[in-house]
């Protein structure tokens, strides 16, 4: 069979710049590192507790005060490793720090150091210390609960974003879970394949130290989540779009066997985000290191250590993140080809996308496209199959160049290549794939342009499962039923394995194979069941044909 991902030797780069559009025009970038402050960071307040008994827990590194919100418990701003800052940037997370007395755990760190140039709109502070991540627990947790655990990871092209943004009150609340959402670290700061800096270190051989954070954060959860009433042995791993591709980093990684018992993908197949191998990190963290002004391998890793947060910023404008690097001791291999051979940390997984992905990318890349440039560039980037790719998606058949232009690019990456992962894990594990479909979806706050149609865009579905702070307008009292039944399926994978819930549709499994492998269509009116996903998708004829480059 021949399988497209083999056709994608750089994806990822495709990708960065598209990925990154998702932190949108919102405020300007805070490129300087902040001064940390002790408990925990410089952000501002979540928000005021309801004014019951603030809850207490007691770790091996301190005792910690959260408070009461919205019907959970919350503990922000909690340490899971050290600082990475001085002597200790651009080196593997190390342990977190201790404390005496009762630490405050009711305000939220800073973001780690954003590397996009769009910026983030909340929180407003961005720093280097910033390895830090916040926990929500049902109201009636207590230790020896043994409730499941959702362990997220945001997204943003490796390059900007905090799990800030993604707060998990409501989902620990209706569906009795523990959710964990991180921050880690972003851009060259977190991934820069240079083997001096790692030398001496003890570590796997690795720059990819975004990936090493969220290792560190996942053994912090196996080693604490029990005292907030969690269960370490039933812990879920779920990213969306970047977070997504950490997800299958770590699901090839063998630091990662055993940290983790389910895996939720979203927006981010294996097949599609390829890791770039390490000689070639290699060469990309060089052309880096040279920009910043540390060129030589002699006293490199000395002088980024010790370079502003604003000057590695500033070197790395015209160079996209990388995202964690295969061929080495933390990834050996590229995450597909590992799932491909069986060679990867085995646990059920469900995965899925959101029907029209690349809206988004094109809205705000393209917003003004005329039916002559979608045909010369359509032609331009298939050649002889340029005419066969134009009459399948024709302007007429979708309403406008943007519309035919998204669909051929959800179609030819995102959509097609869940369809592939899904077999692929399918073949080994129980897997379930799903399609998010709400045509009045809201889409990210800053990016709607004026009479484009974005619903169904990349990261529609995030404001159905979070509480989510980037969302344009709120959800309808329709929406809100439709997030609740989300919230539900995903409850129930993370509590059993298979997203079963009495009185909601049935979720089957994909059959490996069977070549019209079944999806959940999550709908506000009613969510079915699909068979014709990939034909939907023309994924038999994007078999043989790669994305074009976003």
């Known amino acids: 069979m021949k399988w497209p991902g083999k056709r994608l030797t750089s994806a990822r780069p495709l990708l960065g710049t598209a990925l990154a559009l998702a932190a949108l025009l919102t405020s300007a970038l805070l490129t300087s590192a902040l001064p940390a402050a002790a408990l925990p960071g410089a952000a501002a307040r979540s928000g005021a507790s309801d004014g019951s008994a603030r809850p207490v827990v007691a770790l091996a590194q301190g005792a910690l005060r959260g408070q009461t919100r919205d019907g959970a418990q919350e503990f922000l701003g909690v340490p899971y490793a050290a600082p990475p800052v001085a002597d200790a940037r651009l080196r593997p997370p190390r342990p ?5 007395g009762v630490r405050e755990a009711d305000r939220q760190a800073p973001a780690c ?3 996009s140039p769009f910026g983030l709109r909340d929180p407003q502070a961005a720093a280097e210390d910033c390895l830090y991540l916040d926990v ?3 109201r009636t947790a207590r230790p020896g609960t043994r409730l499941p655990v959702i362990f997220w990871m945001h997204g943003g092209a490796y390059s900007q974003g ?5 707060g998990g009150r409501t989902m620990a609340d209706l569906t009795q879970t523990v959710v964990v959402s991180i921050n880690y670290r972003l851009g060259q700061l977190g991934y820069l394949d240079l083997p001096e800096l790692t030398e001496g270190s003890g570590a796997p051989r690795s720059g ?6 969220q290792i560190a954060a996942l053994r912090w959860t196996r080693e604490n989540i029990a005292a907030f009433g969690g269960n370490p042995d039933s812990v879920t791993v779920s990213g969306q779009s970047a977070g997504s591709g950490s997800v299958c980093a770590l699901l090839a990684s063998p630091s990662a066997a055993g940290l983790f018992h389910r895996a939720v993908l979203q927006s981010g197949p294996c097949t599609l985000l390829r890791t770039p191998d390490s000689a070639r990190a290699q060469a990309q963290a060089r052309t880096f290191a040279a920009q910043a002004g540390c060129a030589g391998p002699a006293g490199v890793a000395a002088c980024l250590r010790g370079a502003s947060g604003a000057a590695l910023v500033e070197a790395a404008r015209t160079l996209p993140t990388p ?3 295969s061929g080495d001791g933390l990834l050996p291999v590229d995450p597909e080809q590992a799932i491909r051979t069986g060679t990867w940390n085995k646990v059920p997984v469900l995965i899925g996308s959101t029907r029209s992905e690349a809206r988004l990318f094109v809205a705000l890349s393209r917003p003004d496209l005329t039916q002559d440039q979608y045909t010369a560039q359509i032609m331009a980037g298939y050649g002889d199959a340029g005419a066969e790719v134009l009459a399948r998606y024709p302007v007429a058949d979708h309403g406008s160049p943007y519309l035919a232009l998204s ?3 959800t179609d030819s990456s995102f959509a097609c290549h869940t369809a592939w992962t899904a077999d692929l894990f399918a073949s080994q594990v129980p897997t379930y794939a799903y399609e998010f479909d709400d045509p009045q979806s809201p889409t990210l706050a800053g990016a709607q342009v004026p009479g484009l149609d974005e619903s169904n865009a990349h990261s529609a579905e995030l404001a159905y499962l979070h509480d989510f702070t980037m969302g344009d307008r709120p959800l309808t009292a329709v929406q809100v039923a439709l997030a609740t039944r989300m919230k539900r399926y995903w409850g129930a994978f993370a509590r059993f394995g298979v997203p079963a819930v009495p009185g909601q549709t049935r979720w089957p499994a994909v059959v ?4 019209a492998a079944p999806a959940l269509t999550l709908n506000p009116i009613a969510a079915s069941v699909s068979s014709s996903f990939a034909a939907d998708h023309q994924c038999d004829f994007w078999r043989t044909h790669p994305p074009l480059p976003f």
């Open 96 to 100: 977190a720090p201790r404390w005496t």
């Open 113 to 115: 150091l954003q590397f």
């Open 136 to 138: 929500y627990r049902p």
């Open 162 to 166: 905090t799990g800030t943004q993604f």
């Open 208 to 213: 990819s130290f975004g990936l090493m954070d």
């Open 323 to 325: 995202g964690p690097a």
């Open 407 to 409: 669909a051929v690019m």
């Open 512 to 515: 490996p194979g069977a070549g």
